[in-house]
Each structure stands twice: as C-alpha cells, then as structure tokens.
C-alpha cells in the first residue's frame, strides 16, 4: 500500500486507483509494494 501511494505522489498513478486496490480484500496485483528498509514502528498505545 505504501509503496503504491508514493507511486501517486510521483506522479505516476492516480488516486482513484488506489480507491479501486483498496477495496479487494485480498490485495490487488497492481499494488505496488515498498521495500522494508526505512518502515519503522515508532509507537503502541493501548487504551
């Protein structure tokens, strides 16, 4: 997911696109996946 919404923010997708991905529960296969370097978990809340 991640990587197909910096694919919008380039420039190369539009973001109804996105919308249409997002709606298949077991993944799209235009979905641009972002490599794991750099994703971090920064925080857990528990209420």
Same mark, same amino acid.
């Given at each position: 997911?991640? #990587?197909?919404? =910096? !694919?919008? *923010?380039? #420039? @190369? @997708? $539009?973001? &109804? !696109? %996105? @919308? ?5 529960? $077991? *993944? ?8 794991? $370097? #750099? =994703?971090? =978990?920064? &925080? %857990? $809340?528990?209420?």
């Amino acid at each position: 997911m991640v #990587g197909s919404l =910096l !694919e919008v *923010g380039y #420039g @190369r @997708r $539009q973001p &109804d !696109e %996105i @919308r249409a991905m997002a709606k298949v529960v $077991q *993944g799209h296969p235009q979905m641009v996946k972002a490599p794991p $370097q #750099g =994703l971090f =978990l920064v &925080d %857990i $809340q528990y209420n």
